[in-house]
Every structure is written in structure tokens, then in C-alpha cells.
């Protein structure tokens, strides 16, 4: 069964600090792999996709992403983190197998970013 | 170019009630997909709709139902209300066509059942 791991539920970093979230994902085929940001009271927003090809993808706000078929890992990364970074951030597979086109989803990790 | 709109924002209502979230997809999306995310916990998948009909459902009960109208729009309709069902209700677009399930977001519908 399709799963997604989210090992850290709450992180905090300095303003300036590098972030690295880590999520790994449990699925028998290729995955399309996505990580969403949600701040407080709001949507989900798209930070950035893996499809196939590059394994390591640049994504909106400065974020990337690095895919790593062998460790089942899509871990988001960003190298100097802002305090307006602070929110929810989700990890999912979606696959695009016949008419399953639903995104599973980890818990999610909470991101606190000190001044 | 409006996003993804649901109404209504926030919503209260007692257990055994029924309720009706509306959902109007970004434009060019033809396909409504309805999340449910309790509090501290990711986005379950409730059901997708495409051309009007339900083509793929997650594992809720059959009190939870949805509608898709042919401009595309969505509703997702709870019966018989219970306290667990309180959650934010995120409803998110795609086109079908596009090929993998890249879905935008509207801000969802805060359901509190007391």
C-alpha cells in the first residue's frame, strides 16, 4: 500500500539557518512526489513536483527537492530559511495508474523559524 | 484568474445535521477532488469528480456524498453530522488531460460539529 512518512512532526531553525524536511514514501512504482506548504488558516500551495527526469527539482520561495529511488526519499531543502517560512509542510505520492489519481500525504511537519 | 473558491469559510453545526460545502474549481480545470484534514493530520481523499460523475473514492462512508455540475463545480454533502466529521474540508482542482495529478487548492471550509 502507498504510504508517506514524515519522520519530523515539529522543527525549529534560526532565521538564516538551513532547512532540510525529510519524507519518505512507500509505493511498488514510479511516484509522482510533491510537497505542499499550508500556512495558518490557508490552502495548500505547491512548492514543487518530481515526475520523472531530473532527480533534483527547484521549486517556488527557494525551496528543492532531491528524489532518491534507492533510500525511497524526496527530502524538501532550502539553504537560508525566513521567518515568512514558518507553516505546515506536507509531503504526498500520487500516482497516475489507470483512474487512481489521488495524492496520499504524510502528517505533515510544523516548521517554527526563531528571529 | 480567481484560484480555486470554496464557500462557505467557516460553518458550525450539531451532531445529526447536514451540510453542503460548495467548491468552484480554478478555470480551465475540469476535475474536483475533496479533501478532509482533522486538526494535526494530513489531507485524507474523500472522492474526485470528472464529467459529472464520482470516478474514484477514499475510504469514508456513505454519508459523505458530492455532486459535480456541469460547469464544474462541486458540492460535498455530509449527513447525519458526527463530532469527528468536524475537520477542514479542502476542495482542489486539476485538469484531467494534464496527465499527473497536479492539484490547486482553495482555502477550505472549517466545519465544527458540536
Redesign the interface.
Known amino acids: 500500500a502507498q504510504s508517506?512518512t514524515q519522520p519530523d512532526i515539529h522543527i525549529t531553525v534560526s532565521e538564516g539557518a538551513s532547512l532540510e524536511l525529510r519524507c519518505n514514501y512507500s509505493y511498488g512504482a514510479t511516484p509522482?512526489l510533491?510537497w505542499?506548504v499550508q500556512s495558518p488558516?490557508?490552502?495548500?500551495?505547491?512548492l514543487l513536483?518530481y515526475?520523472s527526469g531530473d532527480t533534483l527539482v527547484q521549486g517556488i520561495k527557494g525551496f528543492e527537492a532531491e528524489f532518491k529511488r534507492s533510500q525511497s526519499s524526496f527530502n524538501l531543502r532550502k539553504p537560508s530559511v525566513h521567518w515568512s517560512d514558518a507553516a505546515e509542510y506536507?509531503c504526498?505520492v500520487?500516482t497516475?495508474a489507470g483512474?487512481?489519481?489521488?495524492?496520499?500525504?504524510?502528517?505533515?511537519t510544523s516548521l517554527a523559524v526563531n528571529p | 484568474d480567481a484560484g480555486v473558491t470554496q464557500s462557505p469559510t467557516h460553518l458550525i453545526k450539531t451532531r445529526g445535521q447536514q451540510v453542503t460545502l460548495r467548491c468552484s474549481p480554478k478555470s480551465g480545470h475540469d476535475t474536483v477532488s475533496w479533501y478532509q484534514q482533522a486538526l494535526g493530520q494530513g489531507p485524507q481523499f474523500i472522492f474526485q469528480y470528472y464529467e459529472e460523475e464520482e470516478r474514484q473514492r477514499g475510504n469514508f462512508p456513505d454519508r459523505f456524498s458530492g455532486h459535480q455540475f456541469p460547469n464544474y463545480s462541486s458540492e460535498l454533502n455530509v449527513n447525519a453530522l458526527l463530532l469527528g466529521d468536524s475537520a477542514l474540508y479542502l476542495c482542489a482542482s486539476s485538469f484531467r488531460d494534464s496527465g499527473a495529478n497536479v492539484l490547486t487548492f482553495g482555502a477550505g471550509s472549517r466545519l465544527t460539529v458540536l
Open positions: 508517506v509522482y510533491f505542499y488558516g490557508q490552502g495548500l500551495q505547491l513536483k515526475f506536507f504526498a500520487g497516475n483512474n487512481n489519481r489521488k495524492l496520499i500525504w504524510g502528517l505533515g
